[in-house]
């Protein structure tokens, strides 16, 4: 696939809510903020395991998505229900490898009692990166 294609999946996807599009005074907080954060970037190729060393940052975006940026790439998983993302809990991976995998057990808990809200089930790591300068 090429990555025009792919950038266009990406955006469709994330532009789409219910079969219709969302136009920008529609987004989210959480959308809109990973917006800014993908910026001019451009998709690649879906992944299903990606490293997570080393992570220069890592974050949950409320009811949206779970970013990390390893490099220069920010990696995005949308999980399979992002409505249940929720910034405030702390995610804790159950991993089976080096890797973070979209197999991995995710499951969140309050940061504050420490008891368990629930789990995240992740999707395929959709990477953005900034496009060459000579392209």
């Known amino acids: ?3 025009t294609f792919l950038s266009a999946v990406a955006l469709a996807a994330f532009a789409m809510i219910g079969g219709a599009p ?17 910026e001019g970037r451009v998709a690649g190729e879906p992944k299903s395991c990606i490293r997570d060393y080393p992570v220069r940052s890592f974050q949950v975006i409320d009811k949206t998505a779970i970013v990390y940026k390893v490099g220069r790439t920010v990696w995005v998983n949308y999980t399979r229900d992002p409505e249940s993302l ?11 490898g080096s890797s973070v995998c979209k197999s991995d057990i995710v499951t969140t808990i309050d940061p ?10 992740l999707s395929d790591f959709i990477p953005y990166n900034l496009p060459d300068k000579g392209a």
């Open 22 to 38: 969302v136009h920008a005074d529609e987004m989210s907080k959480g959308e809109a903020k990973l917006a800014k954060l993908i």
């Open 112 to 121: 504050v009692g420490g008891f368990y809200t629930g789990n995240v089930f």
């Open 1 to 3: 696939m090429t990555k």
């Open 86 to 96: 929720d910034d405030r809990d702390a995610l804790v991976f159950r991993k089976f």
